[in-house]
């Protein structure tokens, strides 16, 4: 109300000058001799004119530029009037209020973008998005610290990860996680993919979420392999304990009555201590498993790597099995530096280097093993060692690691199986290939 009467203030009082100044004009002209009055006004009705029209187009301005600063988003205009008693103050007031108020809603909607953008970006499962096109392209940080071995975003470009992850990216399943094999660090793995149909820019896009799951099922592998041994174990050498005791017993017992005159004293004792020695060796067997069921306590620490490989190549010459076996050692670049327990890691290469020599000597005339250690790309440190035996043939290359398991005629299956508990206890992978000899190459990433 305030506003309406003082523009109809503004407007009386100049249309009623206007009047004045007409009346003024029109009377001169009937009067000779005033030319000067006539002329004083004559430019005073066309002031009072121009001053009305003014007024009356002042608002229409105002909503003019306030209309046009919202259709090209510029928001950095102003409308506060500083003339005040003309009821233009509370109309510039108005605008001045309704575009502070998109300037606010601007920046809510530049936190909220920045905000939603901030967690798309940290967000620690990786995620993928695929156009209409077939582009596929890394949406967040966790998705380019997982997939470095590639450039480029055509389908192609992600082979390199394994042909069934490529395909797995096209695939229309949505909202329906599924297990996929996933080249990682030159290690298959286990991934896990789900996808959802996202709307963009009046078209749609398929975020492809990608969980390296590797680790989670290794662990779960580990903990079962460790309680069915634990289980075993434990039943075994409950019943074979009295058995041991029963027969060193009995084999003592019948030491004292032999005196070599009835041959089947003789026997008898000869079977006796035979199953006596039987039965520790039964109980030495079941007792070396036990290590499997005890998870490794890991101290990391981070160290060079090229002393301590020095220290590796001492140890494994210091072994008979060494004797006439020729040891490379590579370590690239010179100053690398590995972050593992030195204890474990020292125990599984050992063990690594100490087979392969063994396969070596069997196999060929000028044995010898490779032990390498490199940086490959994400930061991560590459363990080979290879051999020029026979290998692995690929029947059993899923079989090596597993407890119980072992091809050689003395061997107990323990050494592997535990190299690969203590590499998990790492949260890293090992593997087995082919070495470029033809033997076998046990490769360990941590």
């Known amino acids: 109300m305030a506003f309406k009467a003082r523009f109809l203030a503004g407007l009386a009082w100049r249309a009623l000058l206007l009047l004045a100044t007409a009346f003024a004009f029109v009377a001169t002209i009937a009067m000779p001799g005033f030319g000067a009055a006539r002329l004083l006004a004559g430019g005073l009705c066309a002031w009072a004119l121009w001053a009305l029209w003014r007024y009356i187009q002042r608002t229409n301005l105002e909503l003019a530029r306030y209309l046009e600063a919202v259709r090209l988003g510029d928001l950095s205009q102003s409308f506060s009037q500083r003339t005040g008693g003309s009821g233009f103050t509370e109309v510039g007031e108005a605008l001045e209020q309704g575009i502070r108020r998109l300037r606010e809603e601007r920046h809510r909607h530049w936190d909220a973008s920045r905000f939603y953008e901030a967690v798309l970006d940290d967000a620690p ?93 290794n662990a779960v592998e580990i903990a079962a392999q460790s309680d069915l041994v634990r289980v075993l174990t434990h039943e075994i050498m409950n ?81 008979d099995v060494s004797q006439g076996v020729r040891l490379s050692l590579s370590v690239s670049p010179e100053t690398l530096s590995i972050d593992v327990d030195p204890d474990l890691m020292c125990q599984v290469l050992i063990n690594l280097l100490r087979n392969a020599a063994e396969a070596a000597r069997g196999h060929s005339d000028s044995p010898h093993v490779d032990l390498s250690f490199s940086l490959i790309p994400g930061g991560r440190v590459q363990i080979e060692v290879g051999d020029n035996g026979p290998g692995v043939p690929d029947s059993l290359a899923q079989d090596v690691f597993l407890p119980f398991f072992t091809t050689k005629a003395k061997g107990t299956g323990v050494g592997l199986s535990l190299a690969r508990q203590v590499v998990l206890a790492h949260r890293g992978s090992i593997g087995l290939d082919t070495s470029p000899s033809g033997g076998a190459l046990f490769r360990i990433i941590v």
């Open 125 to 217: 499962t990786a995620l993928l998005t695929v156009d209409s096109e077939g582009r596929i392209e890394l949406a967040n940080k966790a998705a380019r610290r997982l997939f470095i071995r590639h450039h480029g975003v055509r389908l192609e470009d992600f082979a390199a990860y394994g042909e069934t992850f490529a395909q797995a990216l096209i695939d229309d399943a949505i909202g329906r996680p599924r297990l996929v094999p996933l080249m990682l660090d030159a290690m298959p793995q286990t991934a896990m993919l789900s996808a959802a149909l996202v709307h963009r820019l009046g078209g749609t896009v398929r975020v492809i979420a990608v969980q390296p799951i590797q680790g989670e099922l």
């Open 239 to 319: 019943s074979i304990t009295p058995v041991t005791s029963l027969a060193r017993t009995a084999a003592d017992l019948i030491a004292e009555i032999d005196t070599g005159s009835d041959p089947a004293i003789s026997d008898a004792r000869a079977a006796v201590e035979t199953l006596a020695r039987r039965a520790d060796g039964v109980m030495h067997f079941v007792e070396s498993y036990r290590q499997i069921s005890r998870t490794p306590e890991v101290r990391r620490r981070l160290f060079a790597a090229a002393p301590w490989a020095r220290e590796l190549e001492a140890l494994f010459r210091a072994g």
